[in-house]
């Protein structure tokens, strides 16, 4: 099986045409049928619907995605590595969640660096599912989420909590039956803590899921949200945002993720991920309001 016909099978589902993945490729469409068809006949499955209104992936192409995904990656990860230069001892692939990088991300970074200066790093931005999949199939060594693992191989290390806490400019904002509430998406766990202590009120109307859009949305409509403190924290030292008394404080932990198998020579690590807890502990931290 080629990888131009899993990346060609990968660019007509993103595309959801064939002309467009042609010309994502750089290839002619007829290329492009010609791969998608030996892709098929040699998995005895069709793929993709190919109708006037575009491409979709069949029931098997679907399944087949997320394979055809990690191949690829698979392959881009081993060209990238053949290519590196002879002085680099050790290659490591970070997933990070995307909400993490600046808190967190940034510090696990330069301590690796610092702990194993000839290391070649390669970081990915993903959300929960999307990192636990690279670590099943060892796209990537280490990963930062707020999702800890349950597989086997890898090693769960709990760095720390972060701070959720109930903003609003207006200091005056009810706590609760706030129709300008916005509910910011932060784990099934704050789901259900959040469930339960606001039991009688409405339903949000307004909803995102990330806390920098609703910080943002924040400042320019008002209403109140629950927003990682650190995140909050110059706005609230410079009181143009108010924690609103009385409101509840969640907790969301940070994770940091190990494949064992990708790392087992690493005798570096364990002394790293040391170092690196307590500055992610740091950067997690607010910086305290000024009164």
């Given at each position: 099986?080629?990888?131009?016909?899993?990346?060609?099978?990968l660019?007509?589902?993103?595309?959801?045409?064939?002309?467009?993945?042609?010309?994502?490729?750089?290839?002619?469409?007829?290329?492009?049928?010609?791969?998608?068809?030996?892709?098929?006949?040699?998995?005895?499955?069709?793929l993709?619907?190919?109708?006037?209104?575009?491409?979709?992936?069949?029931?098997?192409?679907?399944?087949?995605?997320?394979?055809?995904?990690?191949?690829?990656?698979?392959?881009?990860?081993?060209?990238?590595?053949?290519?590196?230069?002879?002085?680099?001892?050790?290659?490591?692939?970070?997933?990070?969640?995307?909400?993490?990088?600046?808190?967190?991300?940034?510090?696990?970074?330069?301590?690796?660096?610092a702990?194993?200066p000839?290391?070649?790093?390669?970081?990915?931005?993903?959300?929960?599912?999307?990192?636990?999949?690279?670590?099943?199939?060892?796209?990537?060594?280490?990963?930062?989420?707020?999702?800890?693992?349950?597989?086997?191989?890898?090693?769960?290390?709990?760095?720390?909590?972060?701070?959720?806490?109930?903003?609003?400019?207006?200091?005056?904002?009810?706590?609760?039956?706030?129709?300008?509430?916005?509910?910011?998406?932060?784990?099934?766990?704050?789901?259900?803590?959040?469930?339960?202590?606001?039991?009688?009120?409405?339903?949000?109307?307004?909803?995102?899921?990330?806390?920098?859009?609703?910080?943002?949305?924040?400042?320019?409509?008002?209403?109140?949200?629950?927003?990682?403190?650190?995140?909050?924290?110059?706005?609230?030292a410079?009181?143009?945002?108010?924690?609103?008394?009385?409101?509840?404080?969640f907790?969301?932990?940070?994770?940091?993720?190990?494949?064992?198998a990708?790392?087992?020579?690493?005798?570096?690590?364990?002394?790293?991920?040391?170092?690196?807890?307590?500055?992610?502990?740091?950067?997690?931290?607010?910086?305290?309001?000024?009164?």
């Amino acid at each position: 099986m080629k990888i131009s016909n899993l990346q060609t099978f990968l660019a007509v589902i993103q595309t959801g045409s064939l002309s467009r993945a042609a010309d994502r490729l750089n290839v002619t469409q007829s290329t492009v049928t010609a791969r998608l068809q030996a892709l098929e006949d040699a998995l005895g499955q069709r793929l993709v619907n190919r109708q006037k209104s575009g491409a979709t992936a069949t029931a098997a192409g679907l399944r087949l995605r997320r394979y055809a995904e990690a191949m690829s990656g698979l392959w881009d990860q081993a060209r990238q590595e053949v290519a590196l230069p002879a002085d680099i001892g050790v290659i490591c692939n970070l997933g990070c969640d995307s909400d993490l990088w600046t808190a967190a991300g940034v510090h696990l970074f330069d301590v690796l660096r610092a702990h194993q200066p000839d290391i070649a790093i390669s970081v990915w931005e993903g959300n929960a599912a999307e990192t636990a999949g690279w670590l099943d199939s060892g796209l990537v060594d280490i990963a930062l989420g707020y999702a800890p693992s349950a597989a086997l191989s890898q090693t769960t290390i709990r760095l720390a909590d972060e701070v959720l806490v109930l903003v609003s400019p207006d200091a005056d904002r009810p706590v609760t039956f706030d129709p300008e509430y916005v509910f910011v998406e932060a784990g099934a766990e704050f789901a259900r803590e959040h469930a339960a202590a606001y039991a009688n009120a409405d339903t949000a109307n307004i909803s995102f899921n990330r806390a920098e859009w609703a910080l943002s949305h924040l400042r320019s409509h008002g209403g109140s949200a629950y927003i990682p403190q650190r995140l909050a924290a110059p706005l609230l030292a410079a009181r143009s945002l108010f924690i609103l008394p009385g409101a509840p404080v969640f907790h969301r932990p940070v994770y940091l993720l190990v494949n064992n198998a990708t790392t087992s020579g690493w005798t570096w690590l364990a002394a790293a991920l040391d170092d690196a807890g307590a500055q992610i502990s740091d950067g997690l931290a607010a910086t305290p309001a000024k009164e």
